[in-house]
């Protein structure tokens, strides 16, 4: 086998040009996390930037604070994790496409 530097600079470029693009890829995911039976809902990119928070009008009495405090993170927990396995099977699907996994 021959080395080609002019080969593997080709091949690096084109691997740096794939990353950027997954990159841009998982901003753009968007997840919804909830808890309470959807009584607290956040959604979020692939970036964890929450872009909407969703509360049930049930929820907003005072009684409800410590409750409603838990329903937040809860839901926060739910959307980070789901953005974190879109991102990680987006990656994935990427790999296999520039073939860098094994089938």
Do not use: R
């Amino acid at each position: 086998m021959n080395f080609n530097p002019f080969e593997m600079a080709k091949q690096m470029g084109n691997l740096e040009a794939q990353m950027k693009k997954m990159k841009e890829e998982i901003s753009k995911l968007s997840v919804t996390g909830e808890s309470g039976a959807g009584m607290v809902e956040i959604t979020m990119n692939g970036d964890f930037q929450v872009s909407s928070l969703s509360i049930n009008e049930a929820m907003l009495g005072k009684e409800n604070k410590g409750t409603l405090e838990v329903l937040l993170v809860s839901a926060f927990n739910d959307a980070s994790n789901k953005a974190k396995a879109a991102a990680e099977e987006l990656a994935k699907k990427q790999a296999g496409l520039m073939g860098i996994l094994g089938k």
